[in-house]
T-cell receptor, first 114, second 117 residues
Framework: GAVVSQHPSWVICKSGTSVKIECRSLDFQATTMFWYRQFPKQSLMLMAT?????????EQGVEKDKFLINHASLTLSTLTVTSAHPEDSSFYIC??????????FGPGTRLTVT | AQTVTQSQPEMSVQEAETVTLSCTYD???????LFWYKQPPSRQMILVIR??????QNATENRFSVNFQKAAKSFSLKISDSQLGDTAMYFCAFMKLTQGGSEKLVFGKGTKLTVNP
């Protein structure tokens, strides 16, 4: 199979602090990973496309300096929410692209900012 | 830009019956893929079925099948013999094929399906 993990699954942080979310492809190499945000009862919105060894491509309206993405290896991408505020509270989902076009999704991370 | 429309926010069906979820999309591309994803309460996205636009034959996966009408830009999902475990949000998604491997998925707003015992 193609398994993607995310860590942590749930994180609570205080306003003004930063939090890092990891996305790992466990049994395949992923040159491209994607980060999505999902608000309650809404659809997935693509935040950015992460390519190994290069800068991420952010979607319009997503703050690059707030949502830092690093794709340091073929199996790991990280999303850091800097200076988090309550409005950043959401469900963050990553996906990893295998050698074909298909994306495999992680289980998601619930971020709560107090 | 591509858009995906799911006109049914919520649907319900009795166990063992058949239900069809609607999806339409708008694109000027000729080469693309379409997907249906399931998101159960666990929130893990699960691929249900995919369709390559160049294929005329409708995709099927066990109890799941699609009705792909390329000219009408319609891509509906039929679930036969509905089971309680089918209860979930269902998202229709579009992917334009590009060189370089950074194809993006564009999701519809989803349809919440409830299977009743």
């Amino acid at each position: 199979g193609a398994v993607v993990s995310q860590h942590p699954s749930w994180v609570i942080c205080k306003s003004g602090t930063s939090v890092k979310i990891e996305c790992r492809s466990l049994d395949f190499q992923a040159t491209t990973m994607f980060w999505y945000r999902q608000f309650p009862k809404q659809s997935l919105m693509l935040m950015a496309t992460s390519n190994e060894g290069s800068k991420a491509t952010y979607e319009q309206g997503v703050e690059k300096d707030k949502f830092l993405i690093n794709h340091a290896s073929l199996t790991l991408s990280t999303l850091t929410v800097t200076s988090a505020h309550p409005e950043d509270s959401s469900f963050y989902i990553c996906s990893a692209r295998r050698d074909n076009y298909e994306q495999y999704f992680g289980p998601g991370t619930r971020l709560t900012v107090t | 830009a591509q858009t995906v429309t799911q006109s049914q926010p919520e649907m319900s069906v009795q166990e063992a019956e058949t239900v069809t979820l609607s999806c339409t999309y708008d694109t000027s591309e000729s080469n693309y893929y379409l997907f249906w994803y399931k998101q159960p309460p666990s929130r893990q996205m699960i691929l249900v079925i995919r369709q390559e636009a160049y294929k005329q034959q409708n995709a099927t996966e066990n109890r799941f099948s699609v009705n792909f009408q390329k000219a009408a830009k319609s891509f509906s999902l039929k679930i036969s013999d509905s089971q309680l475990g089918d209860t979930a949000m269902y998202f229709c998604a579009f992917m334009k094929l590009t060189q370089g491997g950074s194809e993006k998925l564009v999701f519809g707003k989803g349809t919440k399906l409830t299977v009743n015992p």
